[in-house]
């Protein structure tokens, strides 16, 4: 049984700092797409990162572009996010996710359908 399980989130001030982190179980994950995704209360979920393969290089939403940095290490089969500078709109429930096949050197998921596996979720609050 595949798991993803974020932790790491929590209450920061703004312009502060927190890093996420995502372990998955049940298979690797080292040759498909993983990545992060928010959604603040009222809206819908959104991209916020992904690496779409281990040698493959991050990509991110033009809003956090700067600001967080994706990464991995397949050693431990776990997705991080750092996030600095935050905003009080970077608040919101933070999903980890994982493609369940591998896409083409060029695939660049971005979309929610494109992941097969999630994680419960993290909260991460930024007080102005």
């Known amino acids: 049984q595949v798991q993803l399980v974020e932790s790491g989130g929590g209450l920061v001030q703004a312009g502060g700092s927190l890093g996420l982190s995502c372990a998955a179980s049940?298979?690797?994950?080292?040759?498909?797409?993983m990545g992060w995704f928010r959604q603040a209360p009222g809206k819908e979920r959104d991209f916020v990162a992904a690496?779409?393969?281990?040698?493959?290089?991050?990509y991110y939403a033009d809003s956090v572009k700067g600001r967080f940095a994706i990464s991995r290490d397949n050693a431990k089969n776990t997705v991080y996010l750092q996030m600095n500078g935050l905003k009080p709109e970077d608040t919101a429930v933070y999903y980890c996710?994982?493609?369940?096949?591998?896409?083409?050197?060029?695939?660049?998921?971005?979309?929610?359908?494109?992941?097969?596996?999630w994680g419960q979720g993290t909260q991460v609050t930024v007080s102005s």
């Open positions: 996710a994982a493609r369940g096949t591998v896409g083409s050197w060029s695939y660049r998921p971005r979309a929610e359908y494109e992941y097969d596996f």
């Open positions: 049940g298979r690797t994950f080292s040759s498909n797409a």
């Open positions: 690496i779409p393969w281990s040698g493959g290089s991050a």
